[in-house]
């Protein structure tokens, strides 16, 4: 998803070894210093962060998904929310700040507890919120289901080498076989020594042979 969708960073790197609570982690590597976030990279930002569970969907079918995407969903919605209620990207809401609150997720929270603003303003929040993430969602479903090849191919890539960085995921979207990573060393490719060194009895004849030969 952070491949496809327009400014957003780089993909350098993603593994399925687990870390900490995380069971996976896709890194991201800045371009450039950024001082401010314009409102496509924001909204790329959201539509990466449900490509996890709409693939969940895709491959494991709406009784299969699990709660892997809890933190995705919480950090999307958060975005949401302070597009809304603090950066004034909603152009129903105009450039105003509605929450003064810090780290509450949760569709106006804030709002119906401290009565910053009306009722009504706080529903409209809500409509606001839902239809910047209902969007962002819907075109990170149609991304996956035009490439759903390569999402069964970056699968079968992380089962086989279980971190890849930015050559591997380039040479998948653009429809190759990844490459191996640099440091990656299959023994299973190639016999060794032991595999390929004929028997004692067989060079030397000296144990084991037939009888003959004793």
């Known amino acids: ?26 890194m991201y590597l800045p371009e450039e210093d950024r001082y401010s976030v314009s409102k496509q990279a924001l909204e790329s930002q959201i539509s990466s962060l449900f490509g996890g569970r709409i693939a969940e969907d895709m491959i494991l079918g709406s009784d299969g998904v699990t709660t892997g995407a809890s933190n995705d969903i919480e950090r999307a919605t958060e975005l949401a929310r302070n597009m809304v209620t603090k950066w004034g990207l909603s152009e129903r809401m105009g450039p105003l700040t509605y929450s003064e609150e810090d780290g509450e997720v949760f569709l106006g929270r804030s709002v119906t507890q401290h009565k910053q603003v009306s009722d009504d303003t706080a529903n409209l929040i809500d409509v606001e919120v839902r239809k910047i993430i209902d969007t962002n969602y819907q075109r990170a479903a149609d991304i996956l289901k035009e490439n759903v090849e390569k999402l069964h191919a970056m699968a079968n890539a992380l089962i086989k080498y279980e971190t890849i960085d930015a050559e591997q995921i380039k040479d998948i979207m653009g429809g190759k076989e990844p490459r191996p990573p640099e440091d990656w060393e299959d023994s299973g490719d190639s016999p060794t020594d032991a595999d390929t060194k004929a028997p004692e009895s067989e060079s030397t004849g000296s144990i084991g042979g037939p009888a003959s030969e004793h």
């Open 1 to 26: 998803m952070g491949y496809s969708v327009p400014a957003h960073d780089p993909v350098y790197k993603v593994t399925i070894i687990p870390r900490g609570r995380a069971l996976g982690v896709t």
